[in-house]
């Protein structure tokens, strides 16, 4: 299996860009498709992106698209989630996630494998 653990996270205000990293040990990290998702308190875990074995291919929830970037260094065995023009709602804990199965999925019951979390908080 593989353990994922994620930094970056902090407190920003509106407008600001934060990058968040994800390092797996373990397993290969081109094993997986790879995604970001986040939890904000009193409500469910959502994806927020994800990023094919290869990076060939990146998918985005519609609340992020255009303003934040996932990406992979798989010689690094990092994961990336660049996000710029923050908004208070972006204010959650993000979860690095990694996908056995053969197609990348938006499901968090999809996702095999999962860090610990980061927090990151937007302020006015």
């Known amino acids: 299996q593989v353990q994922l653990v994620e930094s970056g996270g902090g407190l920003v205000q509106a407008g600001d860009s934060l990058r968040l990293s994800c390092t797996a040990s373990?397993?290969?990290?081109?094993?997986?498709?790879m995604g970001w998702l986040r939890q904000a308190p009193g409500k469910e875990r959502e994806f927020v992106a994800a990023?094919?074995?290869?990076?060939?291919?990146?998918v985005y929830a519609d609340s992020v698209k255009g303003r934040f970037t996932i990406s992979r260094d798989n010689a690094k065995s990092t994961v990336y989630l660049q996000m710029s023009s923050l908004k208070l709602e972006d204010t959650a804990v993000y979860y690095c996630?990694?996908?056995?199965?053969?197609?990348?999925?938006?499901?968090?019951?999809?996702?095999?494998?999962w860090g610990q979390g980061t927090q990151v908080t937007v302020s006015s």
């Open positions: 996630a990694a996908e056995i199965s053969a197609i990348v999925s938006r499901r968090s019951s999809e996702y095999d494998y």
């Open positions: 373990g397993r290969t990290l081109s094993n997986y498709h």
């Open positions: 990023i094919t074995r290869s990076g060939g291919m990146t």
